[in-house]
């Protein structure tokens, strides 16, 4: 190669270099905001299982309430139960802050399911501006997470007795009544539980009565 030859190539051989870096950094820009996209998502995604999981978990105290209500356990047990009163996107917010991502809505979810509605978006944004318009951006992600129970409820005939009814045996009406179970619960995987409002210890978990899992918006 004549020197003649060498300076034609060299201003090449840069632009050429300079066309490499170029999509080196326009990969790296992409691959940035899929690792953001992909992180964001995971904590959306655990936001809304962690507040549906509060959700349920706020419930067991309305159902030891009401042990001795088989209209209630019908109701909770019915796939139209939209959950308690109680909001529980203060635990989407503390998870999505341990993930290093922001709430920017989160909600009971209003279409008849029992669950919540998550978005969040990351803390951080994309570092470079190799892409106009991607510098400072912020990814964003969202997630549904629903409850719904795993098991079917069916009262006793004579859960609820009409006192007028009843004959009198002549017992001592000092004596304690003796509470009559108000039905059976039986779930997936082969649980039976009897209501019974006298004995807590027989109630299963809440994990056992419902599940919690992702869904689609």
């Not at 030891?64 to 109701?75: I, R, T």
């Not at 892409?131 to 009262?155: D, W």
């Not at 179970?181 to 978990?205: A, F, I, N, Q």
Request: hydrophobic content about 40%; charged content about 20%.
């Amino acid at each position: 190669m004549t020197p003649e030859d060498s300076g034609q190539a060299a201003p090449l051989y840069i632009t050429a270099v300079v066309g490499l870096l170029f999509l080196a950094l326009i990969f790296f820009a992409f691959g940035e905001a899929d690792i953001q996209r992909n992180g964001v998502q995971g904590a959306a995604d655990a936001a809304a299982l962690a507040a549906a999981k509060e959700s349920r978990s706020l419930l067991e105290p309305d159902l030891k309430a009401h042990l001795a209500d088989p209209d209630y356990f019908e109701s909770v047990f019915s796939p139209s139960f939209l959950g308690g009163s109680d909001n529980a996107c203060w635990r989407a917010s503390s998870f999505a802050a341990l993930n290093k991502a922001s709430v920017v809505r989160c909600q009971p979810l209003a279409d008849g399911r029992w669950g919540y509605e998550v978005r969040l978006q990351s803390n951080k944004g994309i570092s470079t501006d190799t892409v106009p318009g991607t510098e400072g951006k912020k990814a964003e992600a969202a997630a549904v997470a629903v409850v719904e129970p795993r098991c079917t409820f069916t009262a006793e005939p004579n859960s609820t007795p009409d006192p007028a009814s009843s004959p009198d045996t002549g017992a001592d009406p000092d004596a304690e009544a003796t509470a009559t179970p108000v039905g059976k619960v039986r779930c997936d995987g082969g649980l039976d539980w009897v209501v019974d409002s006298e004995d807590l210890t027989l109630m299963p978990e809440m994990a056992d009565l419902f599940s919690v899992r992702l869904a689609e918006n």
